[in-house]
């Protein structure tokens, strides 16, 4: 019969994802004809604990090439947009909530999905999703056998005397002194 013993460990205690699409506006400085295409580069993130819920904060830039003067020219304007995302992850009743990591993952980076002039402005989606982790002491219940498993026998590796005799004969000791 097997006894159980439990071993405290760090491990994966909460586990959860979230997809995020927000609407943004941005104001140019000529009225925009068509929207050319948009590029978000650049994003970065990271995730705390803040009263009992997890915070990401992070940032990317986004930049928007569109023609203006009856589709005549063109120019290529940056924005850099920053957000915060409050989620809330549950975690494993039996571990420990005093000592936990938090690790953030982007499962989606964010993309331009829309992008339409809007008078003197240009409105675009942008969507992305992240993976929240969270890492902390929790306990393990393992079997434990009662019986010890038995050792395997390691066959001798002594040279037997005849392979020794025969080491000796073919070793030629004054190789070196040859003319």
């Given amino acids: 019969m097997a006894t159980f013993k439990e071993i405290v460990t760090k491990a994966v205690v909460g586990k959860g994802k979230k997809y995020y699409k927000n609407t943004y506006t941005i104001n140019t400085e000529n009225t925009p004809t068509t929207v050319l295409g948009c590029w978000v580069i650049n994003h970065n993130f990271k995730g705390f604990e803040e009263n009992g819920k997890i915070v990401i904060t992070g940032s990317f830039d986004v930049n928007i090439w569109y023609s203006y003067d009856n589709d005549t020219k063109t120019t290529v304007i940056t924005k850099t947009i920053d957000y915060r995302e409050v989620v809330n992850v549950s975690t494993r009743a039996n571990s420990d909530t005093t000592n936990r990591d938090i690790i953030v993952r982007s499962l989606k980076q964010p993309s331009c999905v829309n992008a339409k002039e809007n008078g003197n402005s240009i ?42 005799k025969e080491i000796d004969n073919s070793v030629k000791e004054d190789y070196l002194d040859k003319k």
């Fill in 123 to 164: 409105e675009f989606d942008i969507e992305k999703e992240l993976g929240i982790e969270i890492v902390g002491d929790t306990k393990v219940k393992i079997a434990i056998e009662d019986g010890e498993e038995p050792w395997d026998i390691i066959p001798d590796d002594n040279l037997s005397s005849e392979v020794e």
